[in-house]
């Protein structure tokens, strides 16, 4: 389907309506409220947005498999037989080093047109963009041409299991195309790499440390794979949009005292996957790596997380759609990390891009920021997909 003369008005109207200032209030309004994971807890952020979805018309209901991991589940629907659009956005974010941060994290502090706080980038601003292509297709009059689902979910940062992946488990997920508004300078995003996540425990012998020949050094070992590692070939393909895996030793620890000849010792490695690769390829070929420093060292090797890859074939309809909705100038892109969007993808088959505001180089950093042009930007597109879907070839410059 290609856009008519009376999509393109609507699209055009919508878009007009987008009011950034609106979008920002909102945005540093979610970013007051405490929704840090570790430890976990969301319900201080469900009343505000089920206040303003509400407002918009959509019936919404709350879905809580733990004592305050709440997801806010939000429809609108416009009619029998449209397509269902789906957007998940989660709302947890990452812990903060106070002493870091030159605003009060917390404070959702909007200066120079820009708002400063955690989940400004990551992802609270996506979701407010989100949420303002609604508002403004509503201002405007405009009826959007599908359902729209908003699934505002607990516990991305930590894995998923009180949020996208238990509304998986209860069958809650269906839509027949889905956009996830994590932080991706308002390019497209079709695939994301996967990770492993090992903890590799190296074993040595004790000796005084007057005598190091007498014991051997789990340091010494842990040196070793630490080097083998990082300077493996794990055999990986190059993706034309995730690149080559890479495998990084983020935490070492080991040994007692300067005088001792360290008996044990503990490394922390991730190993980036592509789409398709499985836990145990990474496992498998991690392990060919580690043994490449050498077989006499004495290691076992845990599996702390993994976490599939996933990808949407860019000559998608829906990544066309989405591509002509934002800026069909820009092209596709790969995240080097992985979003709910893998959820969506591997298990349910939806068609799923990851699109939003702000950049993932400042998303989990102190002084985490989002630019209210990109807010704008975002929102607009929003509108402009709620309007026309699934026709594509609707874009239209601000
Ligand atoms: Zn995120």
Redesign the pocket.
Known sequence: MTAGPSTIDAAASARARVDVQRCAALAAAMVQCDTRNPPGDESSIIGLLSDVLRGLGARVETFEPSPGRTSLLASVEHGADRPNLLVNG?LD?VPVVDKDWSVPPFGGVIRDDVLYGRGSC??KGGIASAIEGLRACADAGVRPSCDITFHLVAD??TGGRWGTEALLRAGRISADAAIVP??SELGVCVAERGALLAEIVVSGRAAHGSDPARGRSAIGDAARLVRAVQEADLGDPAHALLGTPTCNVGVISGGTAPNIVASSCTLRVDRRVLPGQSREYAVETLRAALDGAGTDIDYRLDVLAFVEGSELDSAHPFVGFMRAATNPGRPVRGLYLG??ARFLRNQLGIPTVVYGPGS?TV?HTADEYVPLAELGDAARSFATAYATYPVTGVHLTP
């Open positions: 989660h974010v990551d992802m991305e940062e994590e932080p979003t709910d993932m998303a």
